[in-house]
């Protein structure tokens, strides 16, 4: 448990701060026992830090009121959802308050009639998915954490899923924010006159303030969705199928890829029907009409025959998509059957330099003790890199060296470091590699400009 | 014509920059003459304002090295495109200098592999729709004046157009920006990592910084098109039709709304083939495959008669649906049979409150000596309230009026005074309407901390 050093100021400060929030929040919105922060003292990359004390606000005015409490005692801020980020976003590096924001989980409102849903950061984001099926209307951002993480959560880091590739990321079905700023005030983006502050706060981290109302953009629910998996002797034989695909005008709901590596774990873990002669497999859900499917699918299957793939399966029943499913769902349990640790780096390259990065890859890890598994949303090139390591001596250093020259390549071939997960305080560091000097110095004003105290989230995205 | 009032010292500082410009640049790109200078004078509002310089840039170079120059000697810099705006955005309010960017009109890269194409901002519209249909990929955004606007005037405005409620606005297919700031300094926007500064610059209608490169989306290109026109005895029946069009889990392509007063203007134009008996129009386009459209056209169709529509015509043929279209086309120039001037206020409201928009509209236009003509985009509840006044006393301010009370009834509705003409000196004046005070500043100092000298359009968005 790291536990941030506070100077004798610092921890006079805390306490002033806890003493005001004591008076203007009820007791049980306050925590402070240590058995209760612990609960908050992680996420999803399993590193540990310990705040010094949990708000549960259950609106904006106690947002607000914490808000402008920390911002006076100059206490750090760490906004968590369901805490199941992957780098880091609500880990609190530097102890000082946790929001707890699960219990603001309220749908204010669907309206059918304008495709738009308004929330509350809590709302976990699959409970959103089902709400808005009730009207046919479908919210397509669909990361693989949806049935746990928040829907605050999927907008501070835009998380993506994978159904990107026909419909975008968590940026694309924001329409509104309601953010309370570190001084407490409360401003409304979405408007559509002058600049777009609403997706400036998408993918802020929590960074720059607290979104205390979601607004987003639904659309029609498609009537229909069919899943094939087909399997390939070959890598490269997959990335040609997926690349054809999308040559013949679909755009499929979800391409997903798998690499040898990753088979060979799932196969391990489930019990998986896979043969052994599959080295890479592609899953493929496309949606909309009966009839647009029964176009579609057959050219699928096609492309995936022209490109080698030595078997298809359509999935016709729930069950037989079901089963298509399981072994992508099994992947990150399935993947510790390699090696103990894990670090999931979710790159993302145009699509048409997929082959060349892992070419890159494998070159980095040839000859080195590790193992490497490759899966992910192609359609995109957004994969997610595993660099599995064990407890030996020197293996948690390999992998580090080996994210370091993978992140070089990624961003040689004009990709990202992160195509989904953020930035935290976990890929901090390679911030400066992807984005130029002077465009980070103009994202280190803007979080001064509205954060000048640096109480919101720090340690995060910046270094 | 405006000609802006210099003090002596401003007359100095342009003649200082002018004679700098003259040492950078060749010649025939630096225009002073007053007959070239004219030319430059006005755009789509028919304001006029005379440059005192215009520059045509031939590459980022040339940008950079005239910003500089700008910003040593605080000149006003106006960039325009086509100068087809229609809120003032390529009008040099305050002289100085006018970028005329239609040189800068490279197609730098199609990429198909990853549907993407990068352009210079000088590229029209539709030429880049053209060039990319020929592997077969769609640039969706398709305003109106698409034969003729650039693409950098589009991003500046952040344009819609006609394919808004299936495809959505220039906005989200912006991926990247190569940006010149007014200190001559260049950068480049739409890496993953951090905040979303491309978003930001998107629709900052020159008021920020100078597009030199445009990275937009592209999707696969609909196999076909379908035509289909609904003549109804009364503008809330079509309004009802489109909301059920939407209902049954359809977005068209396009789905265009006309009223009485357009559909009289459009038929004495061109004497277009439209019984007295229809009072409102709806024009529908979708988009899809053979068998997709074969699915939704029936639904439409029937949605429309459920909507009491007294007739439809689906548009088999390319004549046919040119036809159909050309009533669309001509509204325009048509609406200038009503009356000799035109206030186009493309306001938009919640789908779901079109229809009390409208009755409002009637309201204040009620017992008024002036005629108001309504059509637009009504998927996306972005009417064009076109108020039509002649020259006689007193109408120009009547319409004005109305204007003021059309504007105030779209922000109680929860909309905007711009769906997609932007702000620019026109709408400025309601900017306070619809952004609260708090989002304002923020954008004021968004505009002073990057063009602290304010030379960027100056006069534009804000008042």
């Not at 997903?256 to 599959?278: H, K, P």
């Amino acid at each position: 448990m790291k536990l941030f050093k506070k100077t004798k100021k610092e921890t006079n400060k805390h306490q002033d701060a806890l003493n005001e929030l004591m008076k203007v929040m009820s007791r049980e919105r306050v925590l402070t026992a240590v058995e209760d922060r612990i609960c908050y003292s992680y996420d999803g990359t399993k590193q540990k830090a310990l705040p010094d004390i949990v708000v549960r606000p259950e609106n904006t005015t106690d947002v607000s009121n914490t808000l402008k409490i920390a911002n006076k005692y100059e206490v750090p801020i760490c906004a968590r959802g369901a805490g199941s980020g992957l780098t880091g976003g609500a880990v609190p590096l530097m102890g000082g308050i946790v929001f707890d924001l699960k219990n603001m989980n309220r749908i204010i409102e669907i309206c059918p009639d304008d495709f738009v849903a308004t929330v509350e950061p809590g709302v976990v984001t699959k409970q959103l998915q089902d709400e808005v099926a009730k009207f046919d209307l479908f919210y397509p951002p669909d990361p693989s954490s949806a049935a746990f993480s928040t829907i605050g959560g999927n907008v501070a880091e835009c998380a993506g899923g994978i159904t990107g590739l026909k419909y975008g990321v968590t940026r694309d079905y924001i329409l509104a924010l309601e953010i309370v700023l570190p001084d407490g005030s409360v401003i409304n983006t979405g408007r559509k006159a002058g600049y777009d502050l609403t997706r400036l706060f998408t993918g802020s981290e929590g960074t720059l303030g607290i979104f205390t109302k979601i607004t987003v953009k639904l659309i029609p629910k498609p009537e229909k969705i069919q899943t094939l998996a087909a399997y390939f002797s070959n890598k490269d034989d997959a990335i040609d199928a997926a690349d054809l695909i999308i040559d013949n005008n679909i755009l499929p709901r979800t391409l997903e890829f798998l690499d040898q590596m990753t088979i060979n774990a799932v196969r391990g873990y489930t019990g998986a029907d896979i043969d052994e002669e599959v080295k890479a497999l592609l899953l493929v859900d496309i949606d909309g009409t009966e009839e647009s499917i029964g176009h579609e699918m057959p050219i699928i299957e096609n492309a995936c025959r022209e490109s080698k793939a030595f078997r298809t399966k359509v999935a016709d029943t729930a069950k037989e998509r079901d089963a298509i499913w399981a072994s992508r769902r099994s992947i990150s349990p399935a993947l510790y059957n390699i090696a103990p640790h894990k670090i999931n780096e979710d790159i993302c390259v145009p699509r048409s330099k997929i082959k060349e990065i892992l070419r890159r890859v494998d070159q980095i890890k040839e000859g080195q003790p590790i193992y490497i598994a490759n899966f992910g949303h192609i359609g995109d090139g957004n994969i997610h890199v595993n660099i599995m390591y064990s407890d030996d001596p020197g293996q948690e250093a390999l992998a580090e060296i080996i994210v370091n020259k993978v992140m070089k390549e990624v961003v040689a071939l004009g990709g990202s470091i992160s195509g989904e997960h953020g930035i935290g305080n976990k890929k901090s560091q390679f911030m400066e590699l992807e984005v130029p000097p002077q465009e980070y110095e103009i994202m280190k004003r803007f979080k001064s400009y509205f954060d000048p105290k640096g109480i919101m989230n720090p340690g995060k995205m910046f270094i």
